[in-house]
């Protein structure tokens, strides 16, 4: 026993040795990495988040920098080229980049797909003088691309139709037909549809019956694919037209109306086609595009230069099929090719329950190599024969024992998990029970893709939808909101920064109601959701908005009163009081002074009298208007004569400050109008134009027929006004009125009332006017031939 104790004793000393070792270096290296600065990457990205491809390339991505020695910070950019087809506001993004990162260094550029590459290399020397950049995803890359551009290196995606192709035909040998769908309306469709067109087809037509659906609506495709025999297969290469008419739908939604359409199966070439119900192919993956652009990142990083990693020109691809698909066309997984993956496929015992397994194996494992080891080396010791026996005997046993307790054990932990999956099971049908059932909308949201995971018969019937056409949209389907603004709030949910949110839904009968959210972060097999609960209160709103309006209301009436008051106590008293001066000085020098004097004295007396006749009729129209008093008598009237009506009253008052009041275009014009409104408005105006005009000025009053309206222009070459004044003109609760050429004082009511008069006849005013450049007061009415119901105000 000696020899083996002194080996083991030697052996523990060597293993404490090894692991001081390994900490010393482990704290070092730690202390390195701590002390370094961040290595910045650009990630410019072609499409938008949520776009399956480029999500795959940004995870293969930062999967890939985990392994660098430094700390990394990884910088996205999205150019959102999918969306928005015309990529001339892309100078503007170049711009923004420009301004971002011009005091940033950065180490290294990563782009993908063509786009970003096209971006990237227009607007390097502006953006991103001398960084390197590594291309990813790029189509059909050929070296005369990058020939004379330095510090650039990447990865070619050089789609492999044929492997695809011939896959599936090994799997269905007695195919007679192809169906090969493409579009050639955007530049990499084009190439593909090229590709098709010039090698697939006449590869193929010998052997077999081609069809091409090449440039077609989603509806066509549907029809045409719904119709195919058994011996045909589908292979899709292109989007249908529909997509660059409307990019509201998803990409994926298109392949996937196009799959579950076609009564055979459908292949495709790309990973982000997968899970949409087609049933495979030897497809790209953007995770292996942006794992091998970030390798070549990291070799730049070490010190490389980009010029000297040649572009890897060999595109990875992987077998992948659906395991839903397969059930669907009876495709068994025994006559898959090698080496292929099955998604979509549930789980087995083993998947369930592999972790406990492999720890019982590895137990298990370990103890028959201590056994095997401790057996081995006491034959090396030369432990005499008859101690050696007795050892092992004594080692069988406790062998046995330790079997029998590790056997028992086993079971132990077998029922253990038995009995937690049995629990888990209760609480998923207790969860069930209680979410299907319950009366309040309910739902289970994925906030990455916007997909209703789960939802209640609640739901359902809320929306008016069957529990599977709901589970089929997608939250940006039924809510108002932008994605934007959508995406942004439910961020908010899962930080639980928020909990509560009103929004706006859309039901299938295309009816709009405002709900309230309250949205909870949780964690349901394995994904991480918002669980949310919704309660409609349309109703609630509509009466808090009324009672909104209705206190808004009563605010302005009660602005309204204390306005009138206000002028009542001002405005009226001193034209009155400049009255009752003036009679009695006349009275009490009547017979003292000259009929001259006397006749100015009246003469003050009728102007003050007149004025404040006009501000008395002015406050009633006002008041009338605000408290919806006026009554509007709609008859067909000649408009030309009430202005010339208008300007022969008027024309006196002008005169006494010498200004030309004309008429242009004194001809017939008819309209659907009050008369009495009308004069009001026409009165208003000129006397506001004479009033602002200097002496020796001119006005020109003229009617225009435009379509349905006739169009009134009161033209004065006055004083105009600043931009500040135009802008309050028209507000009823802000006193604008002004001192005329001639000191003419008013209350600022007069434009208010024309407002209001020409809003209620079912036309609209305005002023164009420049401070010393004079004023043009303009409004329209409707045209005889087109009469238009008065507004009720």
């Not at 070792?21 to 290595?39: C, D, G, K, T, Y």
């Not at 090969?180 to 697939?200: A, C, H, N, P, R």
């Not at 006749?613 to 208007?625: E, G, P, V």
């Not at 408009?639 to 024309?651: A, F, M, Q």
Request: charged share 20%; with cysteine.
């Amino acid at each position: 026993m000696k020899p083996l104790f002194f080996l083991k004793n030697q052996l523990k000393h060597r293993v404490v040795f090894l692991l001081c070792i390994l900490v010393e270096m482990s704290i070092f290296i730690s202390s390195v990495q701590a002390n370094s600065p961040p290595r910045r990457v650009l990630f410019i990205n072609s499409y938008h988040r949520g776009f399956q491809w480029s999500d795959g390339i940004e995870e293969g991505i930062r999967e890939t920098l985990k392994s660098f020695h430094q700390p990394t910070d990884l910088f996205v950019e999205y150019l959102d080229t999918h969306r928005f087809s015309d990529l001339n506001y892309l100078f503007s993004v170049a711009e923004m980049f420009t301004s971002k990162y011009n005091k940033m260094p950065l180490d290294a550029i990563i782009v993908s797909d063509n786009p970003a590459f096209d971006f990237a290399v227009k607007y390097r020397e502006k953006v991103f003088p001398n960084t390197p950049i590594v291309f990813c995803g790029y189509n059909s890359f050929r070296p005369e691309i990058i020939q004379g551009m330095k510090n650039i290196t990447g990865v070619n995606e050089e789609v492999d139709f044929t492997g695809t192709i011939n896959m599936a035909l090994s799997i269905s040998p007695k195919i007679q037909k192809m169906v090969f769908v493409t579009s050639d309306y955007y530049s990499t469709g084009k190439m593909i549809q090229d590709t098709v067109e010039k090698t697939l087809i006449p590869a193929y037509q010998h052997r077999f019956q081609i069809l091409q659906l090449k440039n077609l609506h989603l509806s066509e495709i549907r029809t045409k694919l719904s119709t195919l025999t058994p011996d045909t297969l589908v292979f899709l290469f292109g989007l249908p037209v529909d997509y660059l008419l409307n990019k509201s739908m998803k990409v994926e939604e298109y392949y996937r109306q196009q799959a579950l359409a076609s009564s055979v199966p459908t292949y495709s070439f790309w990973d982000f086609i997968l899970n949409t119900g087609i049933l495979g192919g030897d497809v790209l993956t953007g995770q292996d595009q942006g794992k091998l652009a970030a390798e070549l990142a990291l070799k730049i990083l070490n010190g490389t230069p980009a010029d000297q990693l040649p572009v890897i020109m060999t595109t990875p691809t992987k077998k992948i099929f659906d395991f839903n698909a397969m059930q669907r066309f009876g495709i068994s997984e025994n006559i898959l090719p090698e080496h292929r993956i099955v998604i979509n496929k549930p789980d087995s015992f083993y998947q369930r329950y592999k972790t406990y397994l492999w720890v019982i194996i590895g137990t298990i494992a370990s103890l028959v190599i201590i056994l095997a080891l401790l057996f081995f080396y006491s034959r090396r010791l030369g432990i005499h024969l008859q101690l050696e026996t007795k050892e092992r005997k004594r080692a069988e046993e406790a062998l046995r024992l330790h079997y029998e307790e590790l056997e028992q054990t086993i079971l132990e932990r077998t029922a253990e998990i038995q009995r937690a999956n049995q629990a888990l099971q209760e609480q998923e049908a207790l969860f069930h029970g209680m979410f299907d059932s319950h009366s309040a909308v309910m739902f289970l949201l994925n906030p990455e893709s916007g997909n209703f995971i789960e939802a209640n018969q609640s739901a359902a019937n809320y929306y008016g939808y069957t529990p599977e056409e709901l589970k089929a949209l997608t939250i940006y389907d039924i809510n108002q909101a932008t994605r934007e603004e959508l995406n942004q709030e439910m961020e908010q949910a899962q930080l639980e920064k928020r909990d509560y949110f009103l929004f706006r839904h859309r039901l299938a009968n295309g009816e709009i109601r405002d709900v309230e959210v309250y949205a909870t972060p949780i964690v349901w097999q394995r994904q991480h959701l918002l669980f949310s609960i919704e309660h409609d209160v349309t109703e609630r709103k509509r009466i808090h908005d009324a009672l909104k309006t209705r206190e808004q209301e009563l605010n302005e009436l009660n602005v309204t009163k204390n306005r009138l008051f206000s002028i009542i106590a001002h405005d009226l008293r001193n034209p009155f009081n400049a009255i009752l001066s003036f009679s009695e000085y006349l009275l009490e020098n009547l017979s003292a002074s000259t009929l001259q004097e006397s006749k100015e004295l009246i003469k003050d007396i009728h102007l003050t009298a007149n004025n404040t006749f006009k501000l008395l009729n002015n406050l009633l129209d006002w008041a009338r208007t605000q408290t919806n008093q006026v009554k509007i008598s709609l008859e067909k009237i000649d408009v030309s004569l009430n202005i010339k009506e208008i300007i022969t009253d008027l024309t006196p008052i002008a005169l006494n400050k010498n200004i030309m009041l004309s008429y242009l275009n004194p001809t017939e014009v008819f309209s659907y109008t009050d008369q009495n409104m009308l004069n009001t408005i026409l009165r208003n105006l000129i006397s506001n134009s004479i009033k602002y005009t200097e002496i020796g000025g001119k006005i020109e009053v003229s009617t225009q027929p435009k379509d349905q309206y006739i169009e009134f222009s009161v033209v004065d070459n006055g004083i105009g006004m600043t931009e500040g004044i135009k802008n309050q003109l028209f507000i009823s609760n802000v006193n604008q009125s002004t001192y005329g050429t001639y000191k003419e004082k008013g209350t600022g009511l007069g434009l208010v009332i024309c407002r209001d008069f020409v809003k209620k006849l079912g036309g609209h005013i305005w002023v164009e006017s420049e401070l010393h450049k004079g004023s043009a007061f303009k409004f329209t009415l409707p045209i005889a031939s087109h009469p238009v119901k008065p507004v009720i105000m």
